[in-house]
Structure formats: structure tokens, C-alpha cells
């Protein structure tokens, strides 16, 4: 688009600001700091988003990893869901 409207800021450059190129140069380099910054701040918060998706995704599938009461630190194992196969075992041995 730039390379169309050459031929207007060359007119521009010379006729309106005398041959002073730096009004011109001013105003492209504001137009591209512009668009910099509106697309590295797009890029940023979608980055962000799809970070989030992920993790959440990440989350949705993890499973569910219950302590045993060992590790817990109460030093019961009664209500620990390996010990209901322990007794069972244990019953099984004993009949």
C-alpha cells in the first residue's frame, strides 16, 4: 500500500514541506511503531489465551490421585483405600 502512495509523499515532501523530508519520515515512523505495538499486543494476549486453553485442557484430563494416609502424616492406615485390599487379601489367606 505504502509503495502506491509513494508518489503523494514525494508530493507531499516537496511541494508542502519544502524538500523537509522529516515530517514525512515522522509520520511513517509513528504509523509503524503503531502497528508494532497493536500487533505484539495481539500476539500477547492471544499467546495468553491459548496458554490458559491449555492448561485447562491439561487439567480436564489429569486424574484424580487420592494420598495414602501413610504419607498424609496421621499414621492410619485403616481408612487407607489400599488397606481394604490388604484385608482382603488377608482373608482370603486365612480361610
Known amino acids: 500500500m505504502l ?3 509513494q508518489s503523494a ?3 507531499a515532501t516537496h511541494k508542502r514541506f519544502h524538500n523537509d ?3 514525512i519520515n515522522a ?3 509513528s504509523l509503524g ?3 508494532g505495538l497493536v ?3 495481539y500476539v500477547w494476549t492471544k ?3 491459548i496458554a490458559r486453553e491449555n492448561l485447562e485442557e491439561q487439567a480436564e484430563g489429569a486424574r484424580e490421585r487420592l494420598i495414602p494416609n ?3 502424616g496421621n499414621g492410619t492406615a485403616a481408612h487407607d483405600y489400599g488397606a481394604v485390599e490388604e484385608r482382603g487379601r488377608k482373608g482370603r489367606a486365612s480361610n
Open 70 to 72: 501413610e504419607l498424609a
Open 3 to 5: 509503495n502506491f502512495s
Open 27 to 29: 509520520i511513517l515512523l
Open 39 to 41: 500487533l505484539v499486543g
Open 47 to 49: 499467546s495468553g489465551k
Open 33 to 35: 511503531v503503531l502497528i
Open 21 to 23: 523530508p522529516t515530517p
Open 9 to 11: 509523499l514525494d508530493a
